[in-house]
């Protein structure tokens, strides 16, 4: 299993040479970006309270093809699908599978957690806590003499 941060594209030009580089360079590093023919998308952001990661997986039956666990303060997705269709004297298939982790921030619940798929986008919600203050302390230095 491979542990990918989630990062942020400057511009939407940029994006898809990123995409086309991270799918080039996926065998060589384990990395699995690509769900059937087609790149996955996945962005994050915190939200009135909540860390939120939405992915792109468009074709799949949420009930059945999709799994959301965490474990660890990591966040796992895994999808799988399969289709085929048929026409006169012509059919064709897809099926591949995904899984992407990401760390969750600092002060995320492992309860309470929510995922929801519409319109092709997985969007799982994890509440966060206020993030803690640091408290700075001074701690006495004793002579050895």
């Excluded at 086309?20 to 309270?49: C, K, Q, Y």
């Amino acid at each position: 299993m491979s542990l990918l941060p989630v990062y942020r594209r400057p511009s939407a030009m940029l994006a898809d040479l990123a995409d086309m580089w991270n799918a080039a360079i996926s065998p060589l590093t384990e990395r699995r970006t690509t769900f059937g023919a087609h790149l996955i998308r996945v962005e994050d952001t915190v939200e009135d309270g909540h860390y939120v990661v939405r992915a792109e997986i468009p074709g799949i039956d949420p009930a059945k093809d999709v799994e959301v666990s965490v474990h660890d303060r990591r966040l796992t997705i895994k999808a799988e699908r399969s289709a085929k269709k048929e026409e006169k004297g012509y059919s064709e298939f897809q099926y591949g599978s995904f899984e992407r982790t990401v760390t969750l921030p600092v002060g995320a619940q492992e309860e309470g957690i929510d995922a929801h798929y519409a319109k092709g986008i997985l969007t799982v919600s994890v509440p966060i806590t206020e993030e803690p203050k640091e408290v700075t302390r001074t701690v006495e230095v004793k002579s050895g003499d």
